[in-house]
């Protein structure tokens, strides 16, 4: 009995070349600058890490994580002085990743607040790139620690806002909701805001907040030349008012817990 007949095999034709696996950018907070207050993930991206692209904030005694053979590329962005354009450190992203590279985005503080974190987000989304978020301590929380003081207070701040002081132009923003950061029962955080803090003031007060209301200045937090001065809102704009900006700072004002 003969067997069934049927069409000879055609050869398979070959498959494609895979191309190259994309590499994977981790999106790295740094925290305030102490490298005490790195997270275990963050030293281990940085440990394993083929390039580290940093910011100015997230260098010296952090950069001391990176592998030996990793490539650092300072990319940071300070006001009032030549810096990185956005665009191009998301191309730098985006071409270390496609060549397959582990990538480390080492921001200051905590990469979500007012960071530049979405624009990275969104263009390693559009390649195709994969990407983790690795939070971090923000300078927030360093600075009222290092303040020995606590951000809520049970009875008197229980609510916490942070609020940039600066918009693309570098200006005070001007849809600011001052109901809302003139609340004297808040604590309110101020982030690039030692420019405009003099116009700030005089809008809080233009709004019911008490010139008297206590306030903190923390200078370089988790810096070895890291400075804090505790004053009030009209002492914080006559400061900033008689003194040009030099290091990082940041504001905070409102019930704050000066008397323990």
């Given at each position: 009995?003969?067997?069934?007949?049927?069409?000879?095999?055609?050869?398979?034709?070959?498959?494609?070349?895979?191309?190259?696996?994309?590499?994977?950018?981790?999106?790295?907070s740094a925290g305030p600058g102490d490298p005490e207050l790195l997270t275990l993930k963050a030293v281990d991206r940085l440990a394993?890490?083929?390039?580290?692209?940093?910011?100015?904030?997230?260098?010296?005694?952090?950069?001391?994580?990176?592998?030996?053979?990793?490539?650092?590329?300072?990319?940071?962005?300070?006001?009032?002085r030549p810096s990185a354009r956005q665009d191009h450190v998301n191309a730098?992203?985006?071409?270390?990743?496609?060549?397959?590279?582990r990538v480390v985005r080492l921001k200051s503080g905590d990469a979500g607040f007012f960071g530049r974190l979405e624009e990275e987000l969104v263009a390693l989304a559009q390649a195709g790139i994969g990407f983790e978020i690795v939070p971090g301590v923000t300078s927030a929380s360093a600075a009222a620690a290092a303040a020995g003081i606590p951000l809520t207070r049970r009875l008197t701040a229980r609510r916490v806002q942070f609020i940039t002081g600066a918009d693309v132009t570098g200006q005070l923003p001007g849809d600011i909701n001052?109901?809302?950061?003139?609340?004297?029962?808040?604590?309110?955080?101020?982030?690039?805001?030692?420019?405009?803090?003099?116009?700030?003031?005089?809008?809080?007060?233009?709004?019911?907040?008490?010139?008297?209301?206590?306030?903190?200045?923390?200078?370089?937090?988790?810096?070895?030349?890291q400075r804090l001065i505790r004053t009030t809102v009209d002492g914080m704009a006559a400061m900033m008012e008689a003194s040009a900006v030099s290091q990082p700072g940041l504001i905070i004002y409102g019930p704050l817990a000066f008397d323990i």
């Amino acid at each position: 009995m003969g067997g069934i007949a049927g069409n000879p095999r055609t050869k398979a034709a070959p498959l494609p070349e895979p191309a190259p696996f994309p590499g994977f950018v981790s999106l790295v907070s740094a925290g305030p600058g102490d490298p005490e207050l790195l997270t275990l993930k963050a030293v281990d991206r940085l440990a394993r890490a083929d390039v580290v692209l940093f910011d100015d904030l997230a260098s010296g005694p952090v950069l001391d994580h990176a592998g030996p053979k990793a490539e650092l590329i300072a990319v940071g962005k300070r006001a009032g002085r030549p810096s990185a354009r956005q665009d191009h450190v998301n191309a730098l992203l985006v071409e270390h990743a496609l060549a397959g590279r582990r990538v480390v985005r080492l921001k200051s503080g905590d990469a979500g607040f007012f960071g530049r974190l979405e624009e990275e987000l969104v263009a390693l989304a559009q390649a195709g790139i994969g990407f983790e978020i690795v939070p971090g301590v923000t300078s927030a929380s360093a600075a009222a620690a290092a303040a020995g003081i606590p951000l809520t207070r049970r009875l008197t701040a229980r609510r916490v806002q942070f609020i940039t002081g600066a918009d693309v132009t570098g200006q005070l923003p001007g849809d600011i909701n001052w109901a809302a950061i003139a609340d004297p029962a808040v604590t309110t955080v101020v982030f690039m805001g030692q420019r405009s803090f003099p116009e700030l003031a005089r809008g809080l007060r233009a709004h019911g907040l008490p010139g008297d209301t206590p306030a903190l200045f923390a200078e370089s937090v988790g810096h070895p030349h890291q400075r804090l001065i505790r004053t009030t809102v009209d002492g914080m704009a006559a400061m900033m008012e008689a003194s040009a900006v030099s290091q990082p700072g940041l504001i905070i004002y409102g019930p704050l817990a000066f008397d323990i």
